[in-house]
Every structure is written in structure tokens, then in C-alpha cells.
């Protein structure tokens, strides 16, 4: 059963960078993609974009392309999700998740246990 | 972008209640629609995938249904354990998105 462990709170300044790894254990990570999705505070799931860990090959949500870059470290079975020029609406909570799937199916399972970044002057 | 719209936002039922939360998505997505339940503090858990299969070791109290644009989730006698919020999330196409949530209350 896999398990994924993400990296401490983060508190950065406006237009600095953070990154955030997920480390997986308990099965073969570049089985299955890794997804990246973030929840503001009080606020419901936006999805970021994945990461194919066996190739590096990427995909993000328009709305983060040209400040998210997803990498992956095959050696420690680690990714990384790193947002650039953050702003105060960044400020959320940020999940990593395997892509499951099942008949042509996919969905989220199972999760990290969110990394809190705050944005704040 | 497809837009998932869940209904209602908030619900108060009582233990031993039979619910059903609502989502419709913009555009037919199939049965390409997964259902998650979120605690307060905690990563969000898969309950149903492809619209109506339930995640091994979700109890069969919850159970769900729909495809093209409408969606159901049903929970037939309410435990103390499922007040939560529960989010739908298309998995038809990229960008994947999620409704707002429905806060389960009691």
C-alpha cells in the first residue's frame, strides 16, 4: 500500500518560490502518476497538474503554467512541486496523490497529508 | 474547463438519515466522475470512481449513480462518522476539476 509524506509548512514572502516534495513508499513509485492539487484556506480542490514519475513528463493547469514546475527525484522516490512568484491567494494548503485507476477509471488515492503554505509580507 | 456544480453547499441531517448530494458537470463527461470525502484537518479519501464503484473498504451505505452531466451521491442511514465534506471531481479531461463541496452537517 502506498503512502505518501509530504514536507513541513512553509511561510514565504510575496513573489518568492516554494517547493514541496512527497515522498513515496510502499510501492513502486514510477508506476503511476503523481498529481498535485491545492485547497486555500476554507475553500474546495484545484488541481494543479501531474507529473509521470518513470519519465518526468509533466502536465499543468493553464492557470499555473509558467510559474509550477513538477519534478521527481526516481532515486529517494520523491516529486516536487515548486510555484514561483507566489502571491497571498497562494496561500493554501497543497496536496500531492497518486493517480489510481481501474477500467479506463481514474481518481485520486491515495493522498500526502498536505503541505500548509502561507504567503505573507 | 468543465465546471462541476454540487448541490446543495451545506446539509443538516441527523444519524440514521438517508441524504443525496447533487453534482452536474457543464459538459457530459461519460461516468468519468469520482466522489471524495474530506474531514476537517485531512487529505480528502476516495468513496466512488467511474460514478457509481465504490472503493474497496467504503462502507455500502454510500453508493452512486449518474452520467453525462448529473451525478448523485447517496448515503442511506447517516453514522456519526460521515458528517464531512464531500467533493465531486471529473476525471474526463484536463484540466480535471472538482465541485465546491457539500458540508454535511448535523
Known amino acids: 500500500q502506498m503512502q505518501l509524506l509530504q514536507s513541513g509548512a512553509e511561510v514565504k514572502k510575496p513573489g518568492a518560490s516554494v517547493k514541496v516534495s512527497c515522498q513515496a513508499s510502499g510501492n513502486t513509485f514510477t508506476d503511476y502518476y503523481l498529481h498535485w492539487v491545492r485547497q486555500a484556506p476554507g475553500q474546495g480542490l484545484e488541481w494543479m497538474g501531474w507529473i509521470n514519475p518513470n519519465s518526468g513528463g509533466t502536465n499543468y493547469a493553464q492557470k499555473f503554467q509558467g510559474r509550477v514546475t513538477m519534478t521527481r527525484d526516481t532515486s529517494i522516490s520523491t516529486a516536487y512541486m515548486e510555484l514561483n512568484s507566489l502571491r497571498s491567494d497562494d496561500t493554501a494548503i497543497y496536496y500531492c496523490a497518486r493517480e489510481s485507476s481501474s477500467s479506463s477509471y481514474n481518481w485520486f488515492d491515495p493522498w500526502g497529508q498536505g503541505t500548509l503554505v502561507t504567503v505573507s509580507s | 474547463d468543465i465546471q462541476m456544480t454540487q448541490s446543495p453547499s451545506s446539509l443538516s441531517a441527523s444519524v440514521r438519515d438517508r441524504v443525496t448530494i447533487t453534482c452536474r458537470a457543464s459538459?457530459?463527461?461519460?461516468?468519468?466522475l469520482n466522489w471524495y470525502q474530506q474531514k476537517p484537518g485531512k487529505a480528502p479519501k476516495v468513496l466512488i470512481y467511474?460514478?457509481?464503484s465504490l472503493r474497496s473498504g467504503v462502507p455500502s451505505r454510500f453508493s452512486g449513480s449518474g452520467s453525462g452531466t448529473y451525478f448523485t451521491l447517496t448515503i442511506r442511514s447517516l453514522q456519526p462518522e460521515d458528517f464531512a465534506t464531500y467533493y465531486c471531481q471529473q476525471g474526463y479531461i484536463y484540466p480535471y476539476t472538482f465541485g465546491q463541496g457539500t458540508k454535511l452537517e448535523i
Open positions: 467511474g460514478a457509481s
Open positions: 459538459q457530459s463527461i461519460s461516468n468519468y
